[in-house]
């Protein structure tokens, strides 16, 4: 028997942009209950997709993540992350998953795989993550960073990222994501 969630759904009937930067807009949306009887404004984030993609390099019998350091402005700290930004106008997701990756990470891909997509905060923002898995991994040059892009790239051994998820350095919650989606695909389930 289907579920029927009508009475749950929120309609929106006007929206109005507030505040808009170079990274997302801020709208408010009036919306009447599912009710129908009340009438709330609601503030939300308009973003642009964002990809990121969890590369895997194997080297002398063993397996790392290409994981890139960089400084994150809100939390005013260094991360330990995954390749990944923000999808160009009219550009596929794993196109935009390769373009980081050797942007960021100089290295390329002759595999890429979608792991899944999600939501980054559905209570305030619109846009959704498209996360990937690089493999078969080939070096390039250089890294070809944004002009305000200050990243060094790191080869980290796969046990250590998965031991050490959720703690500094690791503390971007969408890496947790990406790294739950990873093994959640390339690892055998318990017995």
Not at 8 to 17: D, N, T
Not at 43 to 69: C, N, S
Not at 76 to 89: I, K, R, W, Y
Not at 133 to 145: C, F, G, K, V, Y
């Amino acid at each position: 028997m289907p579920n029927n969630y009508d009475g749950l759904v929120w309609r929106e009937e006007e929206r109005k942009e507030v505040y808009k930067c170079r990274v997302f807009s801020v709208y408010e949306s009036l919306c009447r209950s599912p009710d129908k009887k009340r009438m709330g404004v609601f503030m939300a984030l308009d973003a642009a997709d964002w990809t990121i993609v969890a590369p895997v390099l194997e080297k002398d019998g063993r397996r790392f993540f290409v994981m890139v350091r960089q400084w994150r402005h809100g939390a005013q700290e260094l991360s330990l992350e995954f390749p990944g930004g923000v999808l160009e106008a009219d550009e596929d997701s794993s196109q935009a998953a390769l373009r980081e990756l050797e942007e960021e990470t100089a290295y390329t891909a002759q595999k890429i795989t979608k792991l899944g997509e999600m939501s980054p905060n559905p209570a305030i923002m619109n846009n959704r993550v498209h996360f990937f898995l690089a493999e078969d991994l080939s070096p390039l040059p250089s890294q070809h960073l944004d002009e305000d892009e200050f990243v060094d790239m790191e080869l980290v051994p796969i046990e250590e990222v998965m031991e050490n998820m959720g703690k500094k350095p690791y503390t971007h919650a969408l890496m947790g994501t990406a790294l739950a989606l990873w093994r959640q695909n390339h690892e055998a389930p318990p017995h």
